[in-house]
């Protein structure tokens, strides 16, 4: 922990672990949506994901965020104004949620809700984002790995008493009491982030300098100008010279000054957002990222996502409790935290190549399992449909911290000064839009299989192409430098 607060400050670094522990905790009031789709609004699983999906968006247009927390300071910070805001977006939507219950009851309106609602997850993922990219640029790739592992688990912790307390709600609690009480965390981040201190050095007071050093020499001419026409009306001079005529003359030049400033602002932003956006796309087009980020993109966007789907089956077939779905997913937690520390005991080392194929022929196992859940083969030899539930979720988890930790790495280092926030986001982006895209491809294979919330004739059949989406990514692994390992790139 010493070695980290060498390179970031105590008050950031408790942001960044807060960030990360709200954003675990959100299972608690996940977990209620997905009832609430399921139970009061009778949404079809299609559907239910359809929609689910479309509430992520905002996840998927990180760069957007990136390049106005980049470019456009707030009072000559990037960072922690649009913290602010960026937590009241996360707090007002739930607390509308759980007051109203009309749009409890719209499917629509609860969706824009939950729209607004990630908008600011979104963006304050992205401004933390920009804070460890900007540590890890400065402190190198051990470090990375470090703040990388307690980012994760501080999400991780979250996620565990989210899970646990989020049974336990739904079991005792009406669902739109979870909403508001999940609001408290919002808030909470809102009120520390007037702890973080953020010196005004760097892209943005770079931008605001020139404005100013353009505005100063502006003036010193005007101030020059002034004194020569001053000098050029002498004879009309009397002993009372510097009365309203000086006065005048003053805010006469403070007047230009200030316009000659907001012009030379506007036009140093525009060639900071120019500059910005000209750099991500050289940066971009390199085929050291652009592969693998290509390599990113495939493995999630060809892989269809029916978790939805899964979620109906273990609650409508066989019965589960959300208690126990939610013991399930602490089990999951404990699972991210230990395939953390395998990745960085074991696997940081090796080449990136032999990772991403362990991790995905790992994931097609778990489908495999989910094959045998659904299809109730397991039953012959004695295996209970809950410990089919756990042990899927366990090794799920651990097993996607082994492609999920390298890609974080990865965009870490990758990030040159100046637009950290732009292009990590956009590295975020990618993963988010191609998971979503295959969560919009799951939700189409669910409805053309006619799979509902009494109909799961299909769902083997739908594993089975899961499966199948999960080993193509290892077709495409030549998009990956050969020599590249889990830590450096």
Known sequence: MSNTLRYITKETLLQICLFFL????RSFVWTAVSYQMKDIMKLSPSTSQFLVSAAFFPWSIKPIYGIVSDCIPIKQRKRVPYLIISSGLSLFPWLIIGLSEHLRSSSNLFTLMLIVQNLGSAMADVVIDAMIAEAVRSAGSEFAGDLQSLSWSSMAVGGIFGSLLGGYALS??????????FSALPLFQLVTCVFVKESSKGFDSTIDNAAHDHADDQNID?????QGSGESFKYVSTRRRKGA???????????????HEKHNKSVNLYSSLKSAFISLCTAFKQPAILRPMAWFF????????????????QTEVLHLEASFLGTARVIGWFSLM????IYNRYLKHKKLRNILMFAHLGLAIITVLDILLVSRLHIQYGIADKYMVLWGSALADAINQFKMMPFLILSGQLCPPGIEGTLFALFMSINNLSSTLGSFLGAALTSALNISSVQFDNLALGLTVQLMGTLLPIGFLFLIPRDVTGLTS
């Open 22 to 25: 709200i954003t675990g905790f």
């Open 172 to 181: 005792n609690l009406p669902i739109n009491a979870i909403y508001i009480i």
């Open 222 to 226: 005007s101030a020059f100008a002034g």
């Open 245 to 259: 005529r000086k006065k005048n003359k003053r805010r006469t030049l403070s007047k230009r000054s200030e316009g």
């Open 298 to 313: 495939i493995s999630n966007s060809a892989v269809p996502n029916i978790s939805t789907v899964m979620f109906y089956y």
């Open 338 to 341: 230990l395939g953390t520390y």
